[in-house]
């Protein structure tokens, strides 16, 4: 897990550097939108100052919250796109795990997800072929270490799945793909990991 933890901190860090780049481009972009606006607020009030200075100040009030907001609404779909950016990094990195390290993970997650330790695991054809049995006896090592019940199998069924695993028993099934971890992992994070982000 530390090679996982390694590499998702140095794509937040890399993700970090890049957001603090884009949100102070848009930083600039806002001003310089509000100071194009507020040019041409002064103009609109010079011209209708003698029509009437309440409109022209009205006016000009309106183009500067409407610059102000679309300048947030900018910077906060930036940092959303880097948010998903980081989790995309993640994914990558895990499914390019070295072999070594992905047979750990994948043997951690089925460990922590194994109730009855009977369980079958499903892999996608390609990780069967190339880690599957490998990644079973790891799970029964683990289990067998932790004084539980280490009769884990490969499953002759592959998950269309792009990485990870599912645990099956008869009807019961725990899905722990890469994508649904990730997923887990958003519901938790996300906050934390836009602090690491953006402070």
Known sequence: ?????KITGRILDEAKADADAVIAEAEAKAAEILAEYEEQAKRIYDEKIEAGKVDAAAAADRKSRAA????????????QRLIDQAYS???????????????????????????????????????????GSRVVSEVNRKLAERGKT???????????????LFLKEKDISVNCSV??????????MDSKVAKILFG
């Open 89 to 131: 990094n993640a994914r990558r990195a895990i499914l390019g795990m070295p072999e070594e390290e992905y047979i750990a993970f994948l043997a951690d997650k089925a460990a922590a997800a194994s109730v009855s330790g009977k369980e079958a695991v499903s892999l996608n054809a390609a990780d069967r072929e190339r880690v």
């Open 1 to 5: 897990m530390k090679g996982i933890e």
């Open 150 to 164: 280490a009769e884990i199998s490969l499953s002759e069924e592959t998950a269309d799945i792009p990485g990870g």
């Open 68 to 79: 102000i907001l679309q300048s947030r609404k900018d910077i906060l779909a930036t940092k």
């Open 179 to 188: 994508d649904t971890l990730i997923s887990i992992c958003r519901e938790e």
